[in-house]
């Protein structure tokens, strides 16, 4: 628990501030997660006995995600060429002696799509107008659902909501993250539209807690979908208590992807 501690306070003072201000320390430091998550992610199918083309895999991560920084429309062009040099990696790896190629094509496609193109939206949430304010309405309320799940969910959890994907997991824990994202997004909803330039009521930012507190762990359980068929606990070791990269943005991931659209669709 003390590592767990530690790690978490050194991502609050260390990431809080990055996170509001942007510009290339953003970039970096999101870039780095990313890139670190695409290595995890190829490593967890290597454990399992796939081939994944792992360096192709992050550098095609972190090209994508330099272009929506730089508000450049390569995210598609990118992608598409990722995938035909993917598929040319992996048809000479045939060629090569690798009995799983096709297979292995595919788990190095998702590696990109999914880490890198879906979890983009990180970047892309913060490259909009306000984008600090919108990054921290966002992330808050997934970090809630996870708080709230965890800490009612250890105590009173008699349910079990997922056995096979994720046994601790209970409905009385799903329950709580989701109140709690509730109540993070009608607070902060009320706060950043009376001290901030945002403009949000505090019915549609309960509502929108009640979208991330729903959804956002399906992030956490695909995760634990891909360790389980490779026998394995975490992703990796870079924050201690907490595993790896992956295990720590799997729920980000989809945080972004529904505070993006919620801000282009509904708040602006």
């Not at 320390?25 to 994944?52: D, K, M, V």
Request: charged fraction near 10%; proline fraction near 4%; glycine fraction near 14%.
């Amino acid at each position: 628990m003390s590592k767990r501690t530690l790690t978490a306070l050194f991502l609050i003072f260390f990431g809080i501030p990055i996170l509001m201000y942007g510009n290339l320390p953003y970039i970096i430091f999101i870039g780095f997660l990313l890139a670190a998550a695409a290595w995890e992610y190829t490593n967890i199918f290597r454990a399992a006995g796939s081939r994944p083309a792992t360096w192709l895999v992050v550098l095609g991560v972190i090209v994508i995600n330099i272009g929506r920084y730089f508000h450049l429309s390569i995210d598609f062009p990118v992608l598409t060429i990722g995938v035909l040099l993917l598929m040319i990696y992996h048809l000479v790896d045939f060629e090569r002696g690798a009995e799983h190629a096709g297979m292995d094509f595919s788990v190095s496609l998702g590696a990109l799509v999914y880490i890198g193109f879906v979890g983009g939206y990180l970047i892309s949430l913060r490259q909009l107008e306000n984008g600090g304010w919108w990054v921290m309405f966002a992330l808050p309320c997934v970090f809630m659902t996870d708080i709230g799940a965890f800490l009612i969910g250890s105590v009173y959890g008699r349910h079990h909501m997922t056995p096979r994907l994720s046994p601790r997991k209970s409905w009385e824990g799903f329950a709580a993250g989701v109140v709690s994202a509730m109540l993070m997004g009608g607070i902060l909803a009320y706060a950043y539209s009376t001290w901030g330039p945002l403009h949000i009521s505090i019915v549609t930012g309960a509502a929108f807690g009640l979208f991330v507190g729903v959804l956002t762990p399906l992030g956490d359980l695909g995760e634990s979908m891909l360790k389980r068929q490779a026998g394995l606990k975490d992703s990796g070791i870079l924050f201690p208590g907490h595993g790896g990269a992956f295990d720590r943005i799997d729920s980000w991931i989809w945080g972004a992807v529904l505070g993006f659209y919620f801000v282009t669709w509904f708040a602006r």
